[in-house]
């Protein structure tokens, strides 16, 4: 009776320390993963981009259980394979690494940088220490997409600092420069379909128009090169995120309540 009560106290033990083997489930099989992608097309509400996405990719759902676990934040400066980040070539390296999962697993993948084809001159004008422009770029493919692009300067040659998003005027009088762009939430137009053989998302969307918007700003002598910063509230909170972590020439980003999948990870959504 002793010897029983002492192997369910080290099986009680076990399962309290590493309750993944205790909880281990067999592995799902092929039929299991087709059946549960049935599921999620027929009784989540309905979600046309993923069910374009399944059916252009075909991918299956992975099975959860085999992948390994971790109760706790990755640690930034260790490769997958355990290699610790010692260098800066490691770091960027590292962070090469960390993009392609965040591309694999959230924001899908983003087709290489493109350029602008055409700059559009809207509206012009000036007021009382402050100029004026409104201009449309057409970039991608052919120069199929567009967004109008709105920048309000102070008078003067600067070169000053640049906020996309922010409110002109209190930028304004701490000597910025406000940009804005249509489509800063959700993808502007028709940007997906023209480039099919990438599946990112409407965030991914965006935040590569915001490289294109960059572009253009950085084509403006007035503007700070290095002093290119980003902000976004909510979803468009999770935007700037991306943005920043996308282009490298962004060199702040302010991403207020950007909520599970923004600035606060999934795995702590619970």
């Known amino acids: 009776m002793k010897s029983k009560s002492l192997l369910f106290r080290g099986a ?3 399962a309290l320390i590493f309750p993944a083997l205790a909880l281990r489930l067999p592995a799902m099989t092929e039929q299991g993963r087709r059946d549960y992608l049935h599921w999620m097309l027929t009784s989540l509400p309905p979600a046309p981009a993923f069910n374009q996405w399944v059916k252009t990719k075909g991918e299956l759902p992975p099975d959860f259980d085999a992948y390994p676990r971790n109760n706790y934040l990755p640690e930034p400066l260790q490769f997958l394979n355990g290699k610790p980040v010692v260098t800066a070539a490691d ?5 090469t690494e960390i993009k392609h999962l965040f591309e694999k697993y959230d924001v899908g993948t983003f087709p290489p ?3 602008i084809d055409q700059v559009t001159v809207l509206e012009e004008s000036k007021g009382d220490g ?3 422009r409104v201009v449309r770029l057409n970039y991608g493919p052919g120069g199929q997409a567009s967004t109008e692009v709105t920048v309000i300067a102070p008078s003067g040659d600067g070169p000053f600092p640049v906020l996309i ?3 002109a005027s209190s930028l304004l009088r701490r000597g910025y420069i406000a940009c804005s762009y249509t489509g800063t939430v959700d993808a502007p137009g028709n940007i997906g379909q023209l480039y099919p053989d990438y599946d990112f998302a409407s965030m991914g969307q965006t935040a ?3 490289s294109r918007v960059v572009d253009y700003l950085l084509t403006l002598p007035q503007v700070d090169p290095a002093r290119v910063a980003v902000t976004g509230y909510s979803r468009g909170g999770k935007m700037a995120a991306i943005a920043a972590a996308w282009d490298d020439r962004i060199a702040a980003v302010i991403a207020g309540s950007t909520g599970v999948g ?3 990870p999934w795995r702590q959504a619970g």
Request: charged share 20%; proline share 0%; no cysteine.
């Open 12 to 14: 009680l033990a076990v």
């Open 91 to 95: 770091w960027t390296a590292r962070r």
């Open 113 to 115: 940088k493109g350029k």
């Open 130 to 132: 402050y100029w004026k």
């Open 165 to 167: 998003g922010g409110t």
């Open 208 to 210: 590569y128009t915001v």
């Open 262 to 264: 923004g600035v606060v």
